[in-house]
């Protein structure tokens, strides 16, 4: 899984560094409606900035999303035979559910964030449902995701070679 880390990115001022592969295109805080403020105030005095807040949010999601595709493609298929390497396969089909579930997740973060104050950008209200839509919009993602990713599969036959005949 580590393909998908940091697949999406933080738009800051400073060019990112890529630790495995390129990244989506996607970024947080562009394509969501979240600011690199409201993830910085999400910093607890041990998380220090943003960018550790992403980093923890990232690890912990990255864990979550793995059992909830998998689960999306049993309850869409009736199987669910994925390795790692299907993920780092699909990322590019992924990276849309995978936006959304981190969005989600971040809002997890601030909900549950010891740091709440009147300067706090998201409020409990907002956050709760920024996590709902975000909640809603990744199934909705995954499903259009793991069909067209079905769609594109090459069916196991077992062995067995088909030939068709022309009469």
Known sequence: MQCLKNYIQIKTCNPPVYEFGTPSGLYINKDL????????????SEQGTFLTVWDEV??????????????GYRDLFGQCDISTDWFCEHKEDLAYPLLYFL?????????????KNIWTT??????????????QEF?????SSLDIINDGEEPEIGGAYYVESIP
């Open 139 to 143: 199934i909705l993602q995954l499903k």
């Open 122 to 135: 998201i409020d409990l209200d907002k956050a709760a449902g920024l996590k709902a839509e975000f909640d």
């Open 33 to 44: 409606p979240l600011s690199i403020e409201s993830i910085d105030m999400i910093a607890d």
């Open 58 to 71: 990232q690890n912990r999601a990255l864990n979550k999303f793995k059992i909830r595709v998998k689960q």
């Open 103 to 115: 969005g989600s997740e971040l809002m997890s973060e601030r909900l549950y964030s010891s740091r």
